[in-house]
């Protein structure tokens, strides 16, 4: 089976992406041996129970990650720069869903953009659901400019234990997309992990592309392995191949 006897031009692609993608820009996995999740507690830091008992731990962990986007080597690689290209040629439509909370894909020319777990780069409180863009730290004793209450303010991320964003917009892509792509995530975390399933119940052709086979790889028709910035470029090639007859 290849991707050219299942996928035309006319079919809509649905990429989803995960921390790998970003790997080569200097940012760190979840679940990697060097991994966020191997210095850090999730029950700590990503909760809405961590906030309410330990604000001051929860902001000062995404503080960190908010200054470490302000890094000038921080910056979109040839993967992210490859989907921007995909979206400018590609016929039928192209959606990327991506669970990363940089903001590396709309650097790299990505426009058509779900940020399905939040934007590390936007600030929300929690009160009155008010956004602000903004790179600086966010401190426990902020007043929200919207509702004037305290100590509310709060990274534009989703938690565990909280719905993902724009659930609606990506199930009714799931259910119209040709060929369904899966890069660079572990697939431990629902309901991305169960992207593949939909997409494939409404007859869409899957691949995933990663350093190494996922939790998930079963129910992908093909894979495509190594590093991002080699494997995401290349198969950006192919289907500009597809595209051009
Ligand atoms: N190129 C491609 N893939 C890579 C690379 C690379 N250079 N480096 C690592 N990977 C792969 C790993 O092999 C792994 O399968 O990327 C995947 C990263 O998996 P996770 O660390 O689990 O990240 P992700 O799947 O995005 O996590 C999902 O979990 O904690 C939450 O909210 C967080 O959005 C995140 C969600």
Redesign the pocket.
Same mark, same amino acid.
């Given at each position: 089976m290849s991707l050219s006897d299942h996928v035309s031009p006319a079919h809509t692609i649905v990429i989803l992406? /995960? *921390? /790998? +993608?970003s790997?080569?820009s200097g940012l760190?996995?979840?679940?990697?041996p060097d /991994? %966020?999740?191997a210095k850090h507690r %999730?029950e700590d830091v @990503?909760t809405p129970k961590a906030f309410a008992r330990d604000p001051e731990a929860v902001l000062g962990f995404y503080n960190i990650r908010r200054a470490q986007m302000g890094d000038p080597e921080i910056r979109p690689n040839a *993967?992210h720069k490859a989907l921007g290209m995909l979206e400018r040629f590609w016929p039928g439509g192209v959606l990327l869903v991506t669970? #990363? %909370?940089d903001d590396l894909h709309a650097r790299g020319g990505s426009r058509n953009l779900i940020h399905m777990?939040g934007e590390l780069m936007k600030t929300r409180c929690n009160e009155c659901g008010h956004l602000v863009e903004g790179i600086g730290d966010i401190e426990t004793d902020m007043v929200c400019a919207a509702c004037d209450a305290a100590g509310t303010l709060r990274p534009h991320?989703?938690w565990?234990g909280e719905i993902p964003l724009e659930m609606k917009a990506i199930e009714a892509a799931l259910g119209r997309c040709g060929l369904f792509v899966s +890069?660079?995530?572990?697939? #431990?975390?629902y309901p @991305? *992990?169960g992207f593949v399933q939909q997409a494939r119940r409404h007859g869409a052709y899957a691949v995933e &592309? #990663? &350093?190494?086979e996922? &939790?998930g790889v079963s129910l992908f028709q093909e894979g495509r392995y /190594?590093? @991002?910035?080699e %494997?995401?470029p290349a198969f950006v090639d192919e289907l500009r191949a597809l595209a051009e007859g």
């Open positions: 992406t /995960g *921390a /790998g +993608i790997k080569e760190q996995t979840f679940r990697d /991994g %966020i999740w %999730i @990503a *993967a669970q #990363n %909370i777990h991320v989703v565990f +890069i660079g995530t572990s697939g #431990n975390v @991305a *992990a &592309l #990663n &350093l190494e996922s &939790l /190594g590093p @991002a910035t %494997i995401v």
